[in-house]
């Protein structure tokens, strides 16, 4: 694979480098640093030495990625906010735009820093939005809820490497359907990334999102089914607390039609890295 004999760490990662490149992969420097990394069993690049790196490895996780498959599903872990997440097949890789989220709650409740409260991750998949917030909040618990029980097995493998246990709760349930809904009474605030994707442009998008699970993308015909059903059931509950929804321009139109329709407050909306509306937190007057 490589076109001449690789002496050392850096000539390693620019011969990595130029095929990633040559095959337009985006990113291809920061995906060659993952590669080598991995392959060295490091969590960073500037700590691996040359006799640790597998090159075997790399070659076959290079011909794996030159067919289209996204790194992160090739070696079943994604970085975000602080910590590495084991995914797959079953889960929506975790997006660095997520990240506006994490941060924002971060600086909403700073004043909670050292106290108990609990919230809910609703549509948790690999769990890592709620892990995130865990280990910013020390005293925090938090109820992680998936309909899919693939999902929420990754979801329980991250919590045990992450070393959140004691404080997270796992339900496999269809929204809040199989939820003990006593606890939401207590709840300060739900975080939830939705499938938001309009069916009919599912299979409009691209190569390597189209990996992760159609469970995950598909929010239905106008992409709003599950910010409709949550809202509803959270209305219908009195619920006191806020929520943290992912947003996206593709169904943002619809869903503020929606909003303007509910007696709800939006607190706010804020951007992500890219200037695109992402977050929107709510609340019920
Ligand atoms: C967009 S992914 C979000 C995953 C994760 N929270 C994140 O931000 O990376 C949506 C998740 O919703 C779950 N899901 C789909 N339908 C659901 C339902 N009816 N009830 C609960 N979870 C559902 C999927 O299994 C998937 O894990």
Not at 157 to 178: A, G, H, M, P
């Amino acid at each position: 694979m490589f076109n001449k004999k690789i002496q050392n760490k850096t000539e390693l990662r620019d011969e990595i480098n130029l095929i990633l490149n040559n095959h337009s992969l985006r990113n291809s420097l920061l995906e060659t640093q993952l590669i080598i990394s991995y392959s060295a069993k490091r969590l960073n690049y500037l700590d691996v030495k040359f006799d640790e790196i597998d090159i075997q490895e790399i070659e076959k996780i290079i011909k794996e990625r030159l067919k289209g498959m996204p790194l992160s599903k090739i070696i079943k872990q994604k970085g975000f906010w602080k910590d590495i997440f084991y995914t797959d097949e079953n889960t929506l890789d975790p997006r660095s735009d997520s990240e506006i989220l994490i941060e924002n709650i971060i600086k909403d409740f700073k004043s909670l820093k050292n106290t108990y409260f609990n919230f809910i991750d609703l549509c948790c998949g690999t769990g890592c939005l709620g892990i995130s917030l865990l280990k910013e909040f020390e005293f925090a618990k938090c109820d992680f809820i998936d309909i899919s029980s693939q999902a929420l097995l990754n979801c329980k493998r991250n919590i045990s490497t992450l070393s959140v246990n004691r404080r997270s709760s796992v339900f496999e349930s269809d929204l809040f359907e199989n939820y003990p809904i006593s606890n939401i009474k207590n709840t300060k605030f739900i975080i939830c990334n939705p499938p938001y994707i309009p069916t009919k442009q599912y299979f409009l998008l691209d190569k390597e999102t189209l990996n992760d699970p159609k469970i995950s993308l598909d929010g239905g015909s106008k992409g709003l089914n599950f910010y409709i059903r949550i809202i509803e059931f959270l209305e219908s509950q009195q619920f006191t607390g806020y929520v943290y929804f992912e947003i996206d321009p593709i169904i943002e139109q619809e869903l503020d039609k929606f909003l303007l329709e509910k007696a709800l407050k939006i607190v706010y909306k804020k951007q992500d890295y890219l200037n695109l509306d992402r977050l929107l937190k709510v609340t019920f007057p």
